[in-house]
């Protein structure tokens, strides 16, 4: 039975010392102390051993079961410290890497320009108005002198929900409801940017676009205003040596009517690809509020008059920064986008 015991020393030790993992340090443990172990079957023989011989036999099982309880421990830390160690070096995170850079957006460039518009007026002292782009049309052809059957309706192809209802052709609806909501006080000052829709679709022309409308109403107001309102604004946009010149036109809610050129900025004016060998390139539309159209929003043309304006933002911005197809301002590539 001594050497028995000496034996499953030995053998302990060895098959101890020979785990790699915690598993199969647990089946060690059951196969050297647990209830059908090897150190159970020796304790077994303990029954037939002389009175004298038991205590000694029983101190000596004792000693070897504490020592293999002490390996099974001291193995099991080592095997934690070691699962410990390879999960650290595993999952090692170098926290002076560099960071991923995060994309930063940028405003697109139509809003940019929109902007850079609405900066213009307000510095011009002009409030910002908002209208809506499903209207009405009595808002966006009657009271703009645009009576039903009106022939110059057909300049401004439309989507229509209804007879009555349409989405907007222009932002000139604004006027009409700016005049009506101001119920004849004065001054009238405002601009109103937006998205309008018409049924066109070509390099130079996309079924929704943007506009930017300006009205001011006031005593006195003359065609000499809308000159210098519009060549402050044409400098600011385009360069302080911009010159512009009005040609005559036809609107029906303006009276006279004129169409707004500036010098062309590319070549200063001596003919170039840009403005088409002329000198000058068109930017909007505009004129002296009809009056008829102050008398149906409620203002009296013997007290008052004023001017109006509508201008493309597509355009201005497609002259200021190069842009040859309006669709790639709506294709949202951003290897365009990135560009401004
Ligand atoms: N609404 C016109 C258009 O879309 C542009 C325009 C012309 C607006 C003359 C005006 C104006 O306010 O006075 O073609």
Known sequence: MWEKLQELKLKAEGAINACTDIDALNEQRVALLGKKGEMTAISRGMGALSAEERPKMGQAVNEVKQFIEELLAKKKDELAAAHLQQKLEEERVDVTLPGRPAAAGRRHILSVVQKDMEDIFIG???TVVDGPQVELDKYNFELLNLPKEHPARDMQDSFYFSESMLLRT???PV???TMEAAEGKLPVKVISP???YRRDDDATHSPMFHQVEGLLIDEHVTLADLKGTLLAFAQQMFGADRQIRLR?????????SVEVDISCFNCGGCGCRLCKGTGWI???GSGMVHPHVLEMSGYDPEKCTGFAFGMGVERIAMLKYGI???RLLFDNDVRFL???
């Open 248 to 256: 005559p036109s036809y609107f029906p809610f303006t009276e006279p």
């Open 124 to 126: 011009m002292g002009y």
């Open 338 to 340: 990135q560009q401004f």
């Open 170 to 172: 222009h932002t000139s």
């Open 282 to 284: 068109e930017i909007l």
């Open 324 to 326: 040859t197809d309006m």
């Open 194 to 196: 937006g998205v309008v």
């Open 175 to 177: 006027q009409a409801r």
